[in-house]
C-alpha cells in the first residue's frame, strides 16, 4: 500500500464471529474514513451561500454511494474518490475526493458540480466510477435529478495524470428508457502492450432492467435487455439492523473475471433485489448485433443455481478470480472463488461487524504501487436514509480497506479444492461458442 494512504488508516478492529452452517473466517477491515454527515470544500464562502440558498447544498442530505483509489508516484499522495448520486436536492458535489481530514473536494473541480442539471456540459448524477489498469477513471452519469432527467445519460473518462477529460460518449436515445438509471460500469480492456484503445465499458441499467455495452475504439452503444436483469418481487424487502424498507432494483452489481490471454472473459452480474448470481461470457455482450436488436438470446445467459442467503448490493473480482460481496444481515464481507461452485459452502466470511458493515454499496479491488491488491469497501446506513431515521449525532458512512493478501490468509477462498481448480465454475455452464449459446446440463440443472 502506498505510504500516502497508509498514513491515512485508523486501525478498527471488527467484531469477529462466524455464521453458523458456513465455513468462514473472521478478519480484519481497516477505517479509512467515517462521517456522521459528509463535509465540504467550496471554492470560496462565496459559492457555499449561493449553493445553500439554492438549496444546491443541503448540509446532512449527502450520501455516499462508491468508492475508488488513485494510487500516484513520488510524492503524490493517494486519492480517495467518492460517488454522492442527487437523488434529490441538497447534493453541491457528485463526484469528489477525500482529504485526510475527510472533507469532499469537487472533482476534476467544482464548476463540473455547480449547474445542477441545468448545462449538460457537468456532471448531473453519478453513482459509481471505475479506475481502470490505464490510469483513467470512467465515470457514468444518469443526468437525473431524482426521477428528472435533466441531460442525457453520458459516459466520461479522465485522465488521471492531468485530471483532464480525455473521453466523452453521450448514450443515445434508443438505448435507454424513461426509467433507465444507470448505475455501476465495470471496464474491460483488451490491452496489446501498452495499447489502452481496445476498451468496452458495461454498465448497469438498475431501474430500466438492462446492460449498456460502450465500445470505447468505434464510440459507439448499445443496449442488452434480459429477464436476469430484472428484480425479484419476493426479495425486495430489505432489512438492516432491525429497519425494513422495500426497493425494487434491478441489475446492480458487476464484476469482471481477469482478463486471460487469448481467453473470454466472464461478467457476473445481479439485482438488488435478488439472492441469486448470473453470469455471461463478454463475447456475447460484445457482438454489435444488439445495435439493432437489445433482446439477447434466452440461453445466452446463466444463472447459477444455488442462491445467497440474503440480497446483497455491490460486488468486485481480484486478479485470481476470487469475488468480493456484502451481505445485508447479518452486515458482512463474503468472498467467493469462482473455481468453485457458487453455493454457500463456498462463501466465506472476511468480517461481520453488524454497527459499521452495513450495506455495502461500493467493492473495488485496487492495485497498489507494488503490486499488491487492495480491497476497499463503501459501507453506510442505508436503511436509515431509506426509512428517513438517519441521525447525525452517530457515524452512517464508512470507508474500509485492506490487504487481499492479508484478508485472505488461511482462507479458504485463497486454497480452493484441488479438483476444483479447473479454471472458473461458470465454464461449466457456458459454452464458448460466441452469441448463440445452447442449453448446457450440469448434474440434473438445465441452464437457459
Not at 444507470?182 to 480492456?189: E, G, H, N, S, W
Amino acid at each position: 500500500m502506498s505510504q500516502g494512504i497508509d498514513r491515512f488508516f485508523l486501525l478498527s478492529y471488527c467484531l469477529a464471529c462466524c455464521w453458523p452452517g458456513f465455513a468462514s473466517r473472521a478478519s480484519e477491515l481497516r477505517i479509512v474514513r467515517q462521517w456522521p454527515q459528509l463535509d465540504f470544500v467550496f471554492p470560496s464562502e462565496m459559492a457555499m451561500g449561493i449553493a445553500m440558498e439554492r438549496r444546491h447544498y443541503v448540509p446532512g442530505n449527502s450520501v455516499p454511494i462508491d468508492v475508488d483509489v488513485h494510487h500516484r508516484q513520488g510524492a503524490l499522495k493517494s486519492r480517495i474518490f467518492i460517488t454522492i448520486p442527487r437523488f434529490d436536492e441538497g447534493r453541491p458535489v457528485t463526484l469528489g475526493t477525500v482529504d485526510e481530514q475527510g472533507r469532499v473536494s469537487a472533482y476534476p473541480d467544482y464548476s463540473w458540480h455547480e449547474n445542477q442539471g441545468s448545462n449538460c456540459n457537468g456532471l448531473t448524477s453519478v453513482f459509481r466510477v471505475a479506475v481502470d489498469e490505464c490510469n483513467r477513471m470512467w465515470v457514468m452519469d444518469t443526468g437525473k435529478i431524482g426521477d428528472t432527467q435533466y441531460c442525457p445519460p453520458k459516459l466520461l473518462a479522465f485522465d488521471l495524470a492531468t485530471d483532464n477529460l480525455i473521453y466523452q460518449h453521450v448514450v443515445n436515445a434508443s438505448s435507454y428508457v424513461q426509467n433507465s438509471l444507470f448505475i455501476t460500469p465495470v471496464v474491460d480492456v483488451r490491452r496489446r502492450g501498452r495499447d489502452c484503445a481496445d476498451t468496452y465499458v458495461y454498465v448497469a441499467d438498475v431501474s430500466g432492467f438492462g446492460l449498456l455495452v460502450v465500445d470505447v475504439a468505434r464510440d459507439r452503444s448499445w443496449r442488452v435487455t434480459h429477464r436476469l436483469f430484472f428484480p425479484f418481487p419476493s426479495r425486495g424487502t430489505f432489512t438492516i439492523d432491525g429497519e425494513s424498507f422495500d426497493l425494487m432494483d434491478g441489475v446492480l452489481g458487476l464484476a469482471l473475471s481477469p482478463h486471460r490471454q487469448g481467453g473470454d472473459r466472464f461478467l457476473y452480474f445481479h439485482a438488488l433485489a435478488s439472492t441469486t448470481e448470473n453470469v455471461v461470457r463478454t463475447s456475447v455482450i460484445r457482438n454489435s448485433s444488439f445495435l439493432h436488436d437489445s433482446n439477447a438470446d434466452p440461453q445466452s445467459i446463466h444463472v447459477f443455481p444455488d442462491e445467497r442467503p440474503i440480497q446483497a448490493a455491490a460486488e468486485a473480482m481480484d486478479r485470481n478470480g476470487i469475488m468480493y460481496f456484502g451481505l445485508m444481515e447479518p452486515p458482512s464481507i463474503w468472498c467467493w472463488n469462482s473455481a468453485t461452485e457458487y453455493t454457500p459452502r463456498n462463501f466465506h466470511q472476511i468480517a461481520m461487524n453488524r454497527e459499521t458493515l452495513q450495506f455495502a454499496s461500493g467493492v473495488k479491488v485496487v492495485n497498489n504501487l507494488k503490486g499488491e491488491q487492495e480491497l476497499w469497501i463503501l459501507t453506510s446506513s442505508f436503511q436509515r436514509v431509506m426509512t428517513g431515521s438517519l441521525n447525525a449525532n452517530r457515524v452512517n458512512f464508512r470507508i474500509h480497506a485492506e490487504k487481499i493478501e492479508r484478508l485472505l490468509e488461511n482462507s479458504p477462498c485463497k486454497n480452493p479444492p484441488k479438483d476444483q481448480s479447473h479454471g472458473y465454475h461458470a465454464n461449466r455452464i457456458t459454452q464458448n461458442h460466441g452469441p448463440k449459446l445452447t442449453t448446457y446440463r450440469y448434474g440434473a440443472v438445465s441452464f437457459l
